[in-house]
């Protein structure tokens, strides 16, 4: 089982968030994403803030070590593969999905074990309008608001080649990475056609759907896609 932030948070309106919340998020990420060895503290001014990163590093490489590395697709900096490694360590499983009418050839068949805050924030905003995420409350809230609407997953269409930052900054956790989205449904059945429409059109890409499933306040998701085929920078070297 996943290891757990320690860090509580209180649940009346207004209150100010520990900053050992997010800290310990931001290094759980790190951790799990990052085999084999748990990654180095990043130097931050404020001083509350390494110590619970350290221990969410070693949380998550722990994990990562007992259950599978989870990979940081969407992370803004990626580091190369370890040299000499036969194959990267991230791998896909059986996504369990079964092909959605209308896909043609396309399939879903693959499902990569992702973790990462930005798909989850683009989900919040949109699935839960009103509900605040970032300071390591992205997982627990949309995991709440899954569990308060009775959804028991969330798709979200996405391409996985980014065209870079856009010029002016629009807030959106995905569109300023430069990585289209579409809209978030509650079915791959719904999300499909706009991911399918994105590599069948006249310049193709590589597209997928991401598929959330509450995992408390974990920034876990599932990365389905099209075909299974991934941009050949990605399909062999981990990010993080």
Known sequence: MPRHNPHTVADEPGVLIPVQVGAWQDGYDAGISSPPDVPPTPHRLDPAYPKPWAQGAAAGNADGQAEGWRWAYFARARRPAPEGAAESP??????????????????FAQSWPCVGEEPLLVMLTRFAPGERGGDGLT?????????????????LPVNLSSSG???????DPLGDLGYWHGTVSESLQEAAPEAIAQVTVR??????????????????????????????????????
């Open 139 to 155: 997982g627990r809230q949309l995991a709440r608001a899954c569990a308060d609407k009775g959804v028991p997953r969330l798709y």
């Open 90 to 107: 991230y791998g896909p499983r059986d996504s369990g999905e079964s092909r959605p009418q209308d896909a043609g050839l396309f399939s």
């Open 165 to 171: 930052p856009p010029q002016e900054w629009t807030g």
């Open 203 to 240: 310049a193709p890409r590589f597209a997928a759907v991401v598929r959330y499933v509450p995992a408390a306040e974990h920034h876990f998701f599932d990365l389905l896609p099209v075909g299974g085929l991934l941009p050949p920078d990605r399909a062999s070297r981990p990010a993080g």
